[in-house]
């Protein structure tokens, strides 16, 4: 199964018909986008969805990931805005008219200003309003979803948000991540419970973004942070997940950076997975620091993205070799994988040969892992088209659209025509 995936906040716009998101009021606060831009309007596509979910059919995708915004179908009250439901129900009608399955993504990161204003991922109910949230959502959507995941990315979610201070809501500090980081992971359990009431016939899972983690030399001292890293980066997430245990780094922490687990969550979070979506971008390289479990360090002389990332495909079979070796699996979807390049729009095109390498590479890996045993399902490509990318505003691409922020025209991309005669072949292939 081929696909193109994008989330809410990054495509969007029509922030004026819903609540306010942490990302609203991060956008709004001076020097935390590197641009100085907003993701209130971005691709507009609430508006324009009709001709994104066209470009979808001419491509000739199998699916489509997107995710729901939370602020825009519930109400501070805990009820469903129904004008907010409505615009999914148009969109995954245009999608299941044109065959392409609806992955739907129930949190990509943008939580309500007022449930923030309680607390956030700091406040254990959050992850019980989750859970509300989800039950009131998939009884409305329903059969008309093909999958769903809880969480997007729970790591960035709470490291970048809570620990590193990059993403919204922009703290600086060890112990509210990991705190967050339980709560987050309680929030997926308890929607993965009301998911296999209400949905019983669908997909359902979660998505974690993973990358292999090398030591940037072979001494102990690197070796042992490359390792703590990957305890801290991957088994954090995937093992209460998969084991429900958190990994042995956790005996390691200071006594205040330990989450505040009760009794009874672990059992929650690990509920059975119909898929695991994995996110693959880079690896990690990383060296022992003073003062700090691990240091991540740059390796010179390696081809990178526009977002400074490593081009490594080898990583993406290290991934899976590294989640067959440690758990017990459901299917497997890879559920983004992708590059930002420094794209230019030029006599009406846009000739983006090295995300086209960038795609070859990382579909001949993902080749050669299922080869070797790895039962992966499905593979998305990040992103349908550009958005609003975070923290770096509109100053980076990953789309096979290229979208003119000003008119919003969408153009696309040599590499839209690479994956659309990509998938042509393989559909003309079948038929034969």
Known sequence: MFGVATSSFQIEGAAEQRLPSIWDTFCDTPGRIEDGSHGATACDHVSRYRQDVALMADLGVDAYRFSISWPRVMHADGKLNTKGCDFYLRLLDGLNENGIRAFATLYHWDLPQYLE?????????????????????SRVLGERVFSWATLNEPLCSAQLAYELGMHAPGFTDRAMAKQAAHHLLLSHG???????????NALNGIVLNLSPCHAASE???DRAAAF?????????YAGPVLTGAYPDLIDQLPAHEVPDVQEGDMETICQPLGFLGVNYYSRGVFRAAQGALYEDVAVPGKPLTDMGWEIYPEGLVEVLEMLSDRYDLPPIYITENGAAMTDR??????????????????????????????????????????????SYGYSKRFGLVYVDYETQERTVKSSYKAFQSMLKTRNDRSAC
């Open 228 to 236: 703590r890293a990957d305890q801290d980066l991957n088994g954090w």
């Open 345 to 390: 729009i030029e006599g009406g095109a846009v000739e983006d040969s090295s995300r086209i390498r960038f795609f070859e590479q990382h579909l001949a890996a993902l080749e050669r892992a299922i080869a070797a045993g790895a039962d992966v399902r499905g593979y998305f490509a990040w992103s349908l088209m550009d958005n609003f990318e975070w």
């Open 117 to 137: 204003d309680r607390g956030g991922w700091l406040n254990r109910d959050t992850a019980y309003r989750f859970q509300e949230y989800t039950d009131a959502v």
């Open 219 to 221: 001494s102990h001292e």
């Open 190 to 200: 308890l929607g993965m419970q009301v998911l296999r009431q209400n949905c019983p």
